[in-house]
């Protein structure tokens, strides 16, 4: 095998997360799914937009939020996504090469427009998520390069991504690659919705032994298992992937490999101002131990550290040096 060029390679929708506060009575005006992610069309896209207060731009998407912790903790990255030939693709595209991520899908027209996720943050922090996923659920095959993609340790895919035809087929293409160059996939099913969609196909690829890393939170799992007690949900997955990592947000999380069993409290922090993004920090802070062979309470522990930094503020990706805040809490 030869030596990896990057630590992690990922797969996911290329989105500008525009972000704004707003109260719960808002919520309710607009009818919106509180604390949930919603699909949504370009109408509704610029309907909400247009009921939003003042708002921050950020350059978003799960698995690219999940790359830009693992390459403020010093991995090497690459990303595969679309975006089309608009402003917000640019600003997609300089976000992710200026936080040191390698990024070279070319970019389709000017329609449909890159994707966005138009985001409420409620004052008990909960964010109510609404994407319009435009040009990012137009990712051919053949945007991929099978040879970067067996470059990667890991290949890590999001399942917000899995529901458009044409990325499906890139993503299984993907995993097709890894695997034949003896390189480990990575998976989170994203959302509960998303489980409800194609929870079938997903228990298929683990059933198949094609996820190596699984990542869930604790209501993902029940939605894949069908268990509702946690225990009966972690019992049901971990014989079936090498890695299981579930979340159990203010309670901590749990990682199970092979007989070792880890878990780790949730970090300390004055105030949770967002939540968005909670979950892709920790599988960058997880990921990067991970690719280090580091022990499983460790990498617990360095996702916890990130999730914590990315809630203490608005927006889903690391304002602090996570380089240091590691250096600090871990020694």
């Known amino acids: 095998m030869t030596q990896p060029r990057y630590d992690v390679i990922a797969i996911g929708n290329a989105i500008v997360d525009v972000m704004a506060p ?36 950020i350059s978003g998407g ?59 943050v409620t004052p008990d922090a909960q ?32 399942g917000y991504l899995w529901d458009p035809e044409e990325p499906r087929a890139a993503m299984r293409r993907a995993i097709g690659a890894a695997r034949a160059a003896g390189r480990e996939v990575a998976f989170t099913p994203s959302e509960v919705f998303v489980i409800d969609r194609h929870g079938d196909d997903f228990r298929q690829l683990i059933g198949e032994g094609m996820i190596d890393i699984l990542f869930a939170n604790h209501l993902e799992l029940a939605a894949l298992t069908g268990e509702e007690g946690f225990e009966a949900g972690v019992a049901a997955l971990a014989g079936k992937v090498p890695t299981l990592v579930v979340t159990k947000g203010a309670e901590g999380a749990i990682a199970v490999r092979g007989g070792a069993r880890a878990e780790v409290p949730a970090e300390p922090i004055a105030k949770v101002v967002d939540t968005t993004g909670a979950g892709d920090l920790f599988a960058a802070g997880f990921l990067y131990g991970h690719v280090a062979g580091e022990t499983l309470e460790r990498c617990l522990k360095r996702g916890a550290i ?21 250096a600090e809490k871990l020694g």
């Not at 604390?35 to 003042?54: K, N, S, V």
């Not at 990130?306 to 590691?326: F, N, Q, T, W």
């Open 22 to 57: 707003c109260d719960d009575a808002t919520i309710e005006r607009l009818a919106l799914n509180k604390g949930g992610m919603t699909l949504i069309d370009a109408e509704g896209a610029a309907r909400l937009y247009a009921a939003m207060g003042p708002a921050r731009e």
């Open 62 to 120: 799960s698995a690219a939020n999940t790359l830009a912790g693992l390459a403020a903790l010093g991995a090497k990255c690459a990303f595969i996504g679309q975006v089309a030939d608009d402003q917000f693709g640019k600003v997609f595209t300089h976000d992710m090469r200026a936080g040191g991520v390698d990024f070279d899908t070319p970019p389709r027209g000017a329609e449909p427009p890159t994707a966005q996720v138009l985001i409420f």
């Open 127 to 158: 964010r109510t998520m609404n994407t319009f996923l435009g040009a990012s659920q137009f990712l051919p095959a053949a945007a991929l390069d099978e040879s970067t993609i067996a470059s990667a340790k890991v290949l890590y895919l999001e």
């Open 306 to 326: 990130c999730a914590a930094e990315v809630i203490s503020h608005y927006g889903a990706r690391p304002e602090a040096d996570l380089r240091a805040l590691m």
